[in-house]
Structures are given as structure tokens and as C-alpha cells.
T-cell receptor, first 115, second 113 residues
Framework: EAGVTQFPSHSVIEKGQTVTLRCDPI?????LYWYRRVMGKEIKFLLH????????ESGMPNNRFLAERTGGTYSTLKVQPAELEDSGVYFC?????????????FGPGTRLTVT | DAKTTQPNSMESNEEEPVHLPCNHS???????IHWYRQLPSQGPEYVIH???SNVNNRMASLAIAEDRKSSTLILHRATLRDAAVYYC??????????????FGKGTHLIIQP
């Protein structure tokens, strides 16, 4: 079974440009999460989708970040316009539905560098 | 989410057991104790979780104190591949609400050959 995949693995863009990160969750996982680790900081939760709906977006830093999950399958995270402080590693995770604490499966991450 | 406290780093020898402690003195009655780890250049990986009783799986064991204010992740026979940052995370029992993980600094486990 394929795990969570993320694309690209690495992106280098200039300040002010737009970047779109993609995440493909494990097939059948209704829950999809985005996290990020910026330089020197801890991994931080950004948002949580249940199917195509945003369940919790309390961790989104500002309105330059837009996450979508079309049809409840893959998800994209767009940063527009990118700022220097957006540099870091963006992780996606997915999990099955159901009550109780569900194990989250993480992708390898996308390393974003804003110059 | 309730906070956890872990040592910044620990060192162990290959093929020896490793005990990674975690303090969570403000844990609530419905918080599960989860452990994840992050190997170099990879995303975090689930290790184990428990509520009150000790738990075992193929990767590790989790020993939970009777008062639940602390727990210990046990790697029975560490290998070089176990070198990673280990995170102890409290998660409330969730019926579909906020479900994001709260990562702390974790414990950087170093394994010596």
C-alpha cells in the first residue's frame, strides 16, 4: 500500500512568488492534515480536513495560505505571496475516520526555501 | 492540549534497552498518550499510544504510571535505525473535533555502535 506522498520534495522560490504544495493521502483516509516546521522551531499543526471540509484551520498563520482538498482526495496548500519566514518543511499526514485517537501517517515533507 | 516535558537528548548503545521518559503532570482523564518519532530527513512516524494500561507493539512498549502523570517509552533492543527525535504527545479523546497533533521539542536519541 502506498503511503502519503508529497510533491515537490523541494521548492526554491523568490519572495513574492506563489508556490503550491500537493499532498496525496493514503487511499481511503478521510482525514488529512497539514503541518510545518520553520527553522529552529517545533512542528506546528496548520489545518485538518475531513473529506473535503475544513474541520480545523486554527493553525493557519495568515491569509497568504490557502488549503484545498478537491473531492476529498488530494490536497493542495498554496502560499501567495511567499515571504522569507515561510521557509521550512511542510508535512502532510492522513488518518482513517472513527472515534478515538487515530494514528496519523506522515509524508516525507516538502522543503520550501524562500529567497 | 496538555503539555509534556521530555529530556532534550539521550544516548544509548546499540542492542541495549532504551527508556525514554515523559512527564505530563497536567494530563486530563480523557487524554491519550501518544509517541511519534522522526528519523532524519523523514516525516514523523507513529510509534505507540496508550490510555492507562501498559501497551506493547512490534516497535516498542509504553509504560504508564499509575497516576498517569508520567510515562516511559521502551525500546527493548535499540539499533542504529532507532536514532531519531522521539515525541511524547497528549491527545484528547476525539469524536471528530480538533485533531491536530501538538509537537514539543522531543528527545533526540543518539545510538552509539
Amino acid at each position: 500500500e502506498a503511503g502519503v506522498t508529497q510533491f515537490p520534495s523541494h521548492s526554491v522560490i523568490e519572495k513574492g512568488q506563489t508556490v503550491t504544495l500537493r499532498c496525496d493521502p493514503i487511499s481511503g483516509h478521510d482525514n488529512l492534515y497539514w503541518y510545518r516546521r520553520v527553522m529552529g522551531k517545533e512542528i506546528k499543526f496548520l489545518l485538518h480536513f475531513v473529506k473535503e471540509s475544513k474541520q480545523d484551520e486554527s493553525g493557519m498563520p495568515n491569509n497568504r495560505f490557502l488549503a484545498e482538498r478537491t473531492g476529498g482526495t488530494y490536497s493542495t496548500l498554496k502560499v501567495q505571496p511567499a515571504e522569507l519566514e515561510d521557509s521550512g518543511v511542510y508535512f502532510c499526514a492522513s488518518s482513517l475516520s472513527g472515534f478515538g485517537p487515530r494514528e496519523q501517517y506522515f509524508g516525507p515533507g516538502t522543503r520550501l526555501t524562500v529567497t | 492540549d496538555a503539555k509534556t516535558t521530555q529530556p532534550n537528548s539521550m544516548e544509548s548503545n546499540e542492542e541495549e534497552p532504551v527508556h525514554l521518559p515523559c512527564n505530563h503532570s497536567t494530563i486530563s482523564g480523557t487524554d491519550y498518550i501518544h509517541w511519534y518519532r522522526q528519523l532524519p530527513s523523514q516525516g514523523p512516524e507513529y510509534v505507540i499510544h496508550g490510555l492507562t494500561s501498559n501497551v506493547n507493539n512490534r516497535m516498542a512498549s509504553l509504560a504508564i504510571a499509575e497516576d498517569r502523570k508520567s510515562s516511559t517509552l521502551i525500546l527493548h533492543r535499540a539499533t542504529l535505525r532507532d536514532a531519531a527525535v522521539y515525541y511524547c504527545i497528549l491527545r484528547p479523546y476525539s469524536g471528530g473535533g480538533a485533531d491536530g497533533l501538538t509537537f514539543g521539542k522531543g528527545t533526540h536519541l543518539i545510538i552509539q555502535p
